[in-house]
């Protein structure tokens, strides 16, 4: 059968449950290890880094978070950014492959489990980030013992480990469902499920940030629909390269018309979450004052370049994916990409530009290496630039939790059965 | 009811820093962490210490100490994942237990006072090779996060906190804002005065007389 | 023993600063942490923790009773004594919370030391602030120090060994200070002048006959009865925090509270008006509100009739007072020059006497109601203006001379030169005499002219009548105590053939022509006690460069390595004022003290007292000898149990009970009585015969300091040659962060207050291209300092300051002392730090 064929059929595979009992005999082919050189080499990789994280974070709990570029008046860095970037990649995965499910409406290919697992690994990520940024990581035990269920911070963690657990339990369910062994009906339950919690994970992500009365950035209802639709961005346009990226390796083959479909998907979402964003400056700018503060600083300020990097990569990435005579792969990949910094950017303006407006800003305290990364000089000239910037071990150790990401994400691709199944 | 709080004549601070070095020794606090610190009410354009605005007709200059302002409605408290930081029923005190805290940060975050809690981001440092200050103040450990605690080791024997026992400005008040004949009530019912953030509804403890 | 560390090698410039954690420096440069040093004796060891009554020693004047817990011998903490017989002189500030860091800071000097290559027999001075340092045995130091003592004083006369001394190791009536008075005064050592903050008190002397002593105002609490403050060329709520509540309850109590200062201070911001001045120009001000007040009629004549001068006749031909016995046989009388003496401590002794009526009843005057002169004594209704003739001798009031000398000096021609706005000034002038009583809170004014801004202030007060009243005086410090007597350890040896002191600022000529007066007089030892010229005097290159070297021998004792310990022969370790018994005793506070040992020395370091007596042992001088035989207890009890004390119960063994004892009234009212302690017993606007601080045998132009005249300061005026060179006024602030030299290493100031920096406005800094925290060079003929610019709004522009007290070590290169000035003026003698100017250019060098 040509490739083009299969790939037809594989594009009915989510909803033909009819075929299901086939596949399930055939996905027991899928579940034999691949045997890939290069894939191997990127787990080597993969957990050389990691190791070489955890040795940094060693280090970081052994000589102390005074190694990190985190001070008292910037007290969140790169971690709690990453954390906020792979929360928001993990959810827009497992949305894309649910949605389609729980909705009963026609999907991305057979893209469903490999996106389901790059959430998995996101999550993975995501937790692992929270992780190293808590200062006291041995006593994690205490969240479960002494849980403060006010806590947005509480509601994210029940939320994230249900939905890390929710993942596996759906990824399992469809591999089941492909060996016949869980009902249609069951999966589609798990996907509504799932897909609530993905909704979830993001809106309470956004509430840690939120529901702060203390930062004018950050103290907006919009926060938490902008969250999802940004993840929605970010998701898709992960499950959009990573797809492309395995058909061009051989992994799995999807049809053109299912990328054409994301594609238009990102496009939209991209707009949505313009939308927000030109939503959320107006509101924050039109009253004046502290809010107009943040506009400026976003635009003309020291986050700038993150703010006109994430406006125009959105908007090309809206272009090209909207634009069908640019939908080429190549094109489409880079738009992937945009988007996907396009968010990160977000992520950074968020985190640092919450940091970089201080409330209290018109009186002057001492400043030290204590309450700010740099007290040389005034309060005025630390938040003249960039209040926070991180050090070389924050980067290795954010670089080995997502490598970490990655091992996850890549031990799936050898040992799971990821592929869309085979007749 | 208790209710523990702190008046601070802004028009009397001349920003002696007696209070911040009572603080510092009482507490033992390691090298570069003030609980209790002293800004320069400048506009925020000139540094700690120099005045602001523009010579001579148009200057901007005062000293206003902020410590945790100790709020009725803390923001630290309800974020705090694992209640390491929470409000003493007795006393209206906002306190925290190191042992606990599992230096998340999210208090710091969400406290809108930038500042008042400091994290040990390191092995605590001390200029001195013994513990200053009182034996029954709480150890400090790396990796937490610590505030002011209104000496709640002082307060609990009856002891006013160590940033009380004298302002050389006489510009610092404490007592049971409950008590209506207390100082403290009755200097809020005299004299105009201001909360910090008012608008961020914390409702904080701390009154500062204009 | 050389191998042995000690705390000084490897503090190279700046160095401190990075070093700041004790127990790090300590560590690095002695082998252990300093506090390990400290000798824990048994019985503190065992005892968990207990509280000590001490009393801060550092001469701020702010005398601070203090309890410190001790825990396991160490110094843990440290709070104000609530318990002392005025609450409201309750205090403590910063800098005495970090006395534990001081005496354990790395900077201690722990050992006796010696420059390695120096020696009595070959005194050179090549390698000094460079050499290497020897520890010494105590026996070996002061044998040491007492054969040089010796030698020179076989070999060049007794004097050629002088002390410098001030209140670095402790402000006391028994200890520190004292201790050192005494000493020169026991084997007849010629005595320095510091020549510091003197020259308005010059001024001040004149008029109320109280010499230069510090003695003037009421207690502090009596600010609080003033309708009018002027608070005057000071910022208190940094150099003297614990007066301020005084004057803010003086304020809330509706009173005018005005600052005069062209740097707008927390004072200013405080204050009910605030005076921006022209730097340097506030005599004229003065003078100005002088000539409103007269212009005005805003006098109060009956009290210039009956309490001054104003009826005294001035002669025309030599310009004395009129008195009967001019018509005597010897003819007019030789007046002693005011202010007299050439020693502080006897500023009090003597010129504190105070005439009766009897003593000063020859002072003629006119009667108006017979139109014919008589005694002062006599005359109902003496004539104030006019002149006369007496007897063949032509005469003046001295109110006539008075209102006509002042009468050029209008508030517009001040406003020319302060650029204060007529308006202002005489506004100023109304609330001074009008919204009474009024008090002058007077700061140094540190510029030549201090002494007619002293002299000013007097004069203010004299027309007016605010001194002598509750609510009403002007000046410096309260009057020194009423029980106790230092004589007798300051001068052991009595004042019998006591000489004037040799002013700091005339020992380069002194050095230069090796004269003093026209006789010989070689210089061969230089022995500061608890004073650091290197750190704390004008023009340090000069002092560096010029002068040190020209003395054979150096030795100080101190406890901190100040920079005057770099550069001297013999260094002797000094403990820390908690480190022994003593007695505070100052004239700003209504108490005496018993300042209590809180923990013990560290090292080896002894109180000065002990120094001394060691360093008597080993000389030939029978009395000196004899004093020293004296316990240190039987000392405090030559102080303290006094026939006056005994009255008021206080004694020796009270005080060591109490701590605390109050000799008078918290609101004090100095000169209650309205007599002043000049000739004629009243306050005298017009000056007789005005004299030199110290006779150093070069003459003044009498006539000029008659009666307030404007002059110029030195150097810092927009007129001055210097100007177009160095066109910045550059002052030195006083910061709660330091107090002069001292606790400029204390780390946990240095927290908050790293490292020094030039203070200035942005106007001025842009003009030269420098933005805030920019490393800057300011410079004038003097010297340089490099330091970080601070920007300050509240500096006046054409202004810049340095923060006074950082040591060389903190500035990148040179330091803020190069920069001042150390012109000698005549009659005040006084340093004026203030009067000089500056240029600033960035510093483009390296940062080390």
Redesign the interface.
């Given at each position: 059968m040509s490739e083009y064929m299969q790939g037809g059929a594989l594009a009915s595979d989510d909803l033909d449950f009819s075929a299901s009992s086939d596949r399930g005999r055939a996905s027991e082919h899928a579940s034999t290890a691949v045997k890939s050189p290069a894939l191997n080499v990127a787990i080597g990789v993969s957990a050389v880094v990691m190791v070489v994280g955890l040795v940094l974070w060693f280090m970081q709990l052994s000589g102390g978070m005074v190694q990190t570029a985190m001070r008292n008046l910037d007290s969140w860095g790169l971690y709690i950014t990453g954390f906020m970037f792979f929360v928001g990649l993990s959810a827009g995965g497992l949305i894309i492959s649910s949605v389609p499910k729980a909705l009963g409406i026609r999907g991305f290919g057979g893209i469903s489990k490999v996106a389901v697992f790059s959430s998995i690994a996101c999550t993975v990520v995501a937790i692992g980030l929270v992780v190293v940024d808590m200062g006291q990581p041995f006593r994690v035990w205490e969240l479960f013992v002494y849980s403060n269920l006010g806590s947005p911070l509480m509601w994210d963690i029940i939320v994230l480990s249900t939905y890390l657990i929710l993942s596996c339990v759906y990824l399992w369910a469809q591999i089941q469902a492909e060996r016949g062994k869980v009902s249609a009906v069951a999966l589609r339950v798990i996907s509504v499920i799932a897909l609530v919690t993905a909704v979830l994970v993001h809106s309470v992500t956004a509430w840690i940030f939120s529901l702060q009365q203390g930062h004018e950035m950050w103290h907006t209802a919009l926060l938490a629909p902008w969250f999802v639709s940004s993840a929605l961005v970010c998701g898709t346009a992960l499950v959009m390269a990573v797809v492309i990226g395995l058909r061009r390796a051989g992994y799995l083959n999807v049809e053109q018309d299912n990328i054409v479909r994301l594609a238009k998907l990102l496009g939209a979402f991209v707009l949505v979450d313009l939308y927000f964003f030109g939503c959320d400056l107006l509101t924050e700018g039109f009253p004046g004052g502290a809010g107009a503060e943040v506009v400026a600083m976003l635009t003309q300020g020291p986050l700038a370049p993150y703010f006109w990097f994430e406006i125009i990569g959105c908007v090309a990435c809206a272009v090209i994916c909207l634009t069908p005579a640019l939908r080429r792969n190549g094109l489409l990949v880079t738009a992937s990409l945009l988007a996907i910094a396009g968010i990160f950017c977000k992520r950074v303006q968020l985190l640092v530009g919450g940091f970089q407006i201080t409330n209290l800003a018109d009186m002057a305290p001492a400043v030290n290496s204590m309450s700010i990364t740099y007290a040389d000089g005034t309060l005025a000239d630390a938040y003249a630039n960039l209040v926070y910037w991180p050090t070389p071990l924050e980067a290795g150790v954010t670089l080995g939790v997502v490598a970490l990401g990655f091992l996850v994400f890549f031990l799936g691709l050898k040992f799971l059965p990821l592929r869309p199944s085979e007749k | 009811m208790t209710r523990y709080g702190m008046v601070i004549d802004t028009?009397?601070c001349?920003?002696?820093?007696?209070c911040?070095?009572?603080c510092?020794?009482?507490n033992n606090l390691p090298?570069?962490?003030?609980w209790n610190?002293?800004?320069?009410?400048?506009?925020?354009?000139?540094?700690?210490?120099?005045?602001?605005?523009?010579?001579?007709d148009n200057?901007?200059?005062?000293?206003?100490p902020?410590a945790c302002q100790h709020c009725e409605n803390p923001?630290c408290v309800?974020?705090?994942?694992?209640?390491?930081t929470y409000k003493d029923p007795e006393t209206g005190v906002v306190r925290q237990d190191y042992d606990?805290?599992?230096?998340?940060?999210?208090c710091?975050?969400?406290?809108?006072?930038?500042?008042v809690?400091?994290?040990?981001?390191?092995?605590p440092?001390?200029?001195?090779?013994?513990?200053?200050?009182?034996?029954d103040a709480p150890e400090h450990q790396?990796?937490?996060?610590e505030k002011c605690t209104f000496c709640y080791h002082r307060t609990s024997q009856g002891i006013e906190p160590?940033c009380m026992?004298?302002c050389?400005?006489?510009a610092r008040f404490w007592g049971d804002l409950d008590d209506p004949t207390s100082e403290v009530s009755r200097l809020l019912a005299e004299r105009s005065h201001k909360r910090?953030?008012e608008d961020?509804?914390?409702e904080p403890s701390t009154y500062y007389l204009v | 023993m050389s191998e042995l560390n000690v705390p000084v090698k490897g503090i190279s410039r700046r160095s401190f600063l990075k070093t700041t954690a004790a127990v790090a420096g300590a560590a690095a440069v002695s082998g252990a942490t300093m506090t390990a040093l400290a000798a824990t004796d048994e019985e503190t060891a065992g005892d968990e923790e207990h509280e000590v009554v001490c009393v801060c020693g550092c001469n701020c004047q702010g005398n601070c009773s203090m309890v410190a817990t001790v825990r396991e011998g160490k110094m843990v903490n440290i709070r104000s004594n609530e318990d002392l017989p005025y609450p409201a002189y309750e205090r403590i500030c910063m800098r005495g919370f970090s006395h534990a860091n001081r005496m354990y800071d790395f900077n201690r000097v722990l050992y006796p030391m010696k420059r390695k290559t120096w020696s009595l027999e070959e005194p050179h001075v090549e390698n000094r602030g460079t050499d290497e340092w020897e520890r010494l045995s105590w026996d070996e130091a002061t044998q040491l120090v007492a054969d040089t003592l010796t030698y020179n004083t076989e070999n060049y006369g007794v004097r050629s060994n002088c002390v410098l001394v001030s209140a670095g190791n402790s402000f006391a009536a028994y200890g520190g200070l004292i201790a050192g008075l005494g000493f020169a005064n026991a084997f007849g050592f010629q005595g320095l002048d510091v020549c510091l903050d003197y020259g308005d008190l010059v001024g001040i002397g004149e008029v109320t006959g109280s010499g230069w002593d510090f003695n003037q105002r009421n207690m502090a609490g009596d600010y609080r009865f003033a309708k009018t403050l002027l608070i005057w060329d000071t910022n208190p709520p940094n150099s003297q925090p614990h007066s301020w509540h005084f004057c803010m309850e003086a304020k809330d109590a509706g009173a005018n509270l005005v600052v005069i200062d062209p740097t707008y201070t927390i004072a200013a911001q405080q204050a009910t008006k605030w005076v921006p001045i022209k730097p340097g120009t506030d005599p004229a001000l003065g003078m100005a509100m002088l000539n409103a007040i007269i212009a005005n009629e805003w006098y109060d004549l009956d009290f210039m009739r009956e309490k001054t001068c104003a009826p005294l006749l001035v002669r025309e031909d030599n310009g004395h007072f009129l008195r009967a016995t001019d018509f005597g046989e010897e003819g007019p009388a030789q007046l002693p020059e005011y202010p007299f003496f050439g020693t502080l401590l006897l500023q009090g002794v003597k010129a504190g006497k105070v005439p009766t009526l009897e003593e000063s009843a020859h002072y003629v005057v006119w009667d108006a109601d017979k139109d014919a002169w008589g005694l002062i004594n006599d005359v109902a209704n003496p004539a104030l203006e006019g002149s006369f003739e007496v007897n063949g001798v032509k005469v003046t009031t001295a109110w006539s001379l008075f209102k006509e000398h002042m009468a050029e000096c209008t508030p517009e021609w001040a406003e020319g030169i302060t650029e204060v706005s007529a308006d202002t000034i005489v506004e100023l002038a109304r609330m001074y005499s009008q919204d009474t009583p009024s008090t002058i809170y007077a700061g140094y004014h540190l510029y030549d002219n201090c002494e007619e801004m002293g002299m000013t202030w007097a004069c203010l007060a004299a027309l007016t009548g605010n001194i002598g009243k509750r609510g009403a005086s002007i000046g410096h410090l309260g009057k020194s105590k009423p029980t106790i007597n230092m004589a007798g350890l300051a001068f052991p040896a009595g004042l019998k053939g006591l000489h004037d002191e040799l002013p700091w600022l005339h020992l380069p000529e002194v050095l230069e022509t090796g004269k003093l007066k026209g006789e010989d007089f070689p210089v061969r030892l230089l022995y500061n006690i608890g004073a650091n010229p290197v750190g704390s005097y004008a023009a340090q290159r000069k002092t560096i460069e010029e002068i040190l070297p020209k003395i054979p021998c150096i030795v100080t004792n101190d406890m901190e390595f100040s920079e005057t310990c770099e550069y001297s022969d013999i260094v002797l370790p000094c403990a820390h004022y908690f480190e022994y018994d003593w007695i505070q005793a100052s004239s700003h506070t209504p108490f005496l003290y018993m300042a209590n040992k809180v923990a013990d020395p560290i090292g080896e370091a002894k109180e000065d007292v002990e120094i001394f007596r060691a360093i008597a042992e080993r000389m030939d001088n029978e009395a000196a000898k004899a004093f020293y035989a004296k316990s240190n207890e039987e000392m405090m009890r030559m102080v303290v149990d006094t026939e006056k004390g005994e009255p008021v119960g206080i004694t020796f063994d009270n005080l060591k009970e109490k701590g605390v004892l109050a000799d008078r009234d918290e609101n004090w009212i100095h000169w209650e009585e309205q007599r002043w302690p000049t000739l004629s017993g009243r306050l005298e606007f017009y000056v007789e015969n005005p004299g030199a601080r110290i006779d150093i045998g070069k003459p003044i132009d009498k006539d000029f300091y008659h009666m307030p005249t404007y002059h110029t300061p030195f150097e810092a005026y927009d007129e001055s040659e210097q100007h177009e060179k160095y066109p910045l006024y550059h002052y030195c602030e006083r910061t709660r962060w330091h107090l002069h030299t001292q606790y400029n290493h204390a780390p946990v100031l240095r927290e908050l207050d790293p490292e020094p920096y030039l203070r200035m406005n942005p106007v001025d800094a842009e003009a030269r291209g420098i933005a805030e925290g920019d490393y800057v060079e300011a410079y004038n003929d003097r010297g340089h300092c490099v330091c970080k610019a601070k920007f300050d709004m509240g500096v006046r522009p054409g202004m810049v300051s340095s923060p006074k007290g950082w040591h060389r070590g903190a500035y990148v290169a040179g330091s803020y002392q190069e920069l001042t000035c150390d012109h000698l003026n005549l009659l005040h003698m006084n340093t004026s730090f203030d009067d000089t100017l500056v240029e600033v250019r960035k510093y483009e060098g390296e940062v080390r």
């Open positions: - | 028009k009397k001349i920003g002696c820093h007696v911040a070095m009572a510092k020794t009482e090298n570069d962490v003030w610190r002293i800004f320069t009410d400048n506009g925020g354009e000139m540094g700690f210490d120099m005045v602001g605005g523009s010579y001579p200057l901007q200059f005062g000293y206003i902020v923001a309800k974020v705090c994942p694992v209640g390491a606990k805290c599992i230096g998340c940060r999210m710091m975050s969400a406290c809108p006072y930038n500042g809690r400091s994290f040990n981001w390191e092995e440092v001390f200029h001195m090779d013994y513990a200053m200050g009182s034996k790396q990796h937490v996060v160590a026992h004298l050389v400005g006489r910090l953030l961020r509804g914390t | -």
